[in-house]
């Protein structure tokens, strides 16, 4: 089946730090690519879209300016945290898609970000 | 706004138990359903998707089955085992676009 490799699997670091998650589709095309946060004992929360070539559309109350997204190739998207503060601390996933648009997602194993 | 809900939150059976996790979806016009597992800590396994032009699913023990009509679906897990243990997770994809809308998820504990 398709793999999505995410990493890190794990962050911690100082408060004011920017930290860069990668996410990789190891055998398919990802024309899209979506992050997502996810609180303790809590669903899956949309950030941002992406489609490869194209600036991120983000949803509504997430900071654009704070939650970089740069999707530069078919199997290649990241996100930054830029000046991370203890309230960015979450586990973030990210899933891609191929093109189609009854084409499944397929997850990352996540990050857990801990800002200190 | 679609919302997806989930029924139970949690639950928690005794091994080789048959069980149905509840999913529930206010907007009708999907695109697809999906049920996913997620394992503490990692990320998440899809399970089963059901087109919208579908009634239900089967891979192994486990049989999803959408109703569009009255949004709902459910997930029906045979002779459950203590490695099912897990948070399930359903997810409706909407016509109006390529974004998932998630439930909160069931918590499932299965019991040796």
């Known amino acids: 089946g398709a793999v999505v490799s995410q990493h890190p699997s794990r962050v911690i670091c100082k408060s004011g730090t920017s930290v860069k998650i990668e996410c990789r589709s190891l055998?398919?095309?990802?024309?899209?690519m979506f992050w997502y946060r996810q609180f303790p004992k809590q669903s899956l929360m949309l950030m941002a879209t992406?489609?490869?070539?194209?600036?991120?559309?983000?949803e509504q109350g997430v900071e654009k300016d704070k939650f970089l997204i740069n999707h530069a190739s078919l199997t290649l998207s990241t996100l930054t945290v830029t000046s991370a503060h203890p309230e960015d601390s979450s586990f973030y996933i990210c899933?891609?898609?191929?093109?189609?648009?009854?084409?499944?997602?397929?997850f990352g194993d996540g990050t857990r970000l801990s800002i200190l | 706004k679609q919302e997806v809900t989930q029924i139970p939150a949690a639950l928690s059976v005794p091994e080789g138990e048959n069980l149905v996790l509840n999913c529930s979806f206010t907007?009708?016009?999907?695109?697809?359903l999906q049920w996913f597992r997620q394992d503490p800590g990692k990320g998440l396994t899809s399970l089963l998707l059901?087109?919208?032009?579908?009634r239900e699913q089967t891979s192994g023990r486990l049989n999803a089955s959408l109703d569009k009509s009255s949004g709902r679906s459910t997930l029906y897990i045979a002779a459950s085992q203590p490695g099912d243990s897990a948070t399930y997770l359903c997810?409706?994809?909407?016509?109006?676009?390529?974004?998932?809308?998630f439930g909160e998820g069931t918590q499932l504990t299965v019991n040796p």
């Open positions: 899933s891609a898609s191929g093109a189609g648009v009854n084409q499944p997602q397929h």
């Open positions: 055998d398919f095309q990802a024309t899209t």
């Open positions: 992406s489609n490869e070539g194209s600036k991120a559309t983000y």
């Open positions: 907007d009708s016009a999907i695109y697809n």
């Open positions: 059901i087109q919208s032009s579908q």
């Open positions: 997810a409706v994809k909407e016509t109006s676009g390529s974004r998932l809308t």
